[in-house]
């Protein structure tokens, strides 16, 4: 083989692999910069993500230290810390106005709950979840066909009428074809359907846990 042919194969596997390399830096950068910038807009709080790593193939990969910071005025750092959790989408939709997630699995993710008068840490991150104007966020649509989040615990606290804290367990949530439907629904929406069936299953398994001293600690949380 003649040294220009060995040097034309070498070139050409050196563009395939600067391609590769590129893609792949660009799809792990498109889902880190989106998780971030509009949970950050959505949540009103700092929305962060350590790792995304996603196959520029099959849209198949992990989402590592994923964490929501809880608003001014809460005494632990995050509302709610994920180690890694699962996802497939479609690389395609990336570059449309609609993003399709074939699947989230989320494991053991670590929900804070804490009650100050009047109001919680969570419910203030719905709040400014529901008070969003249209145009404030993305306007891209997104679909997630399967959610599912299993394992996952909430530790509660209150100094309301002195201080107490408890952990219970969250019972299973799986949601299908979110944001499907007539009309596209944004990414804002499908991501308050997520969070209202989180908060709705942290609370009551504290309040439905039987103990007393728990019943006592959320009497508000559902105001």
């Not at 040097?7 to 590769?20: H, M």
């Not at 993710?109 to 991150?125: A, G």
């Not at 997630?144 to 615990?153: A, D, P, V």
């Amino acid at each position: 083989m003649s040294k220009a042919i060995k040097f034309g194969l070498g070139g050409i596997l050196a563009i395939l692999i600067i391609g590769f390399l590129v893609l792949t830096m660009s799809v792990d950068s498109i889902v880190k910069t989106g998780i971030e910038t509009v949970g950050s807009e959505m949540t009103g709080t700092a929305v962060t993500v350590e790792r995304v790593s996603i196959s520029p193939f099959s849209g198949s990969g992990t989402i590592s230290g994923f964490r929501v910071e809880n608003p001014e005025g809460f005494e632990k750092e995050y509302a709610l810390e994920v180690d890694d959790f699962s996802l497939e989408l479609s690389i395609r939709s990336l570059f449309t106005d609609e993003m399709v997630v074939h699947n989230i699995e989320v494991d053991s993710p670590s929900i804070y709950v804490e009650q100050k008068m009047p109001e919680n840490n969570l419910r203030t991150i719905m709040n400014n979840i529901e008070s969003l104007s249209a145009g404030e966020t993305t306007e891209k649509a997104l679909v997630i066909e399967h959610f599912i989040m299993t394992e996952g615990s909430a530790d509660l606290y209150t100094e309301i009428g002195g201080e107490r804290s408890a952990r219970v367990e969250i019972a299973q949530i799986e949601l299908n074809d979110l944001g499907r439907g007539g009309a596209k629904q944004a990414v804002e929406d499908v991501i308050q359907e997520i969070a209202e069936n989180v908060v709705d299953q942290s609370l009551r398994a504290a309040a439905e846990s039987g103990s007393e001293q728990i019943q006592d600690a959320i009497r508000d949380f559902f105001n």
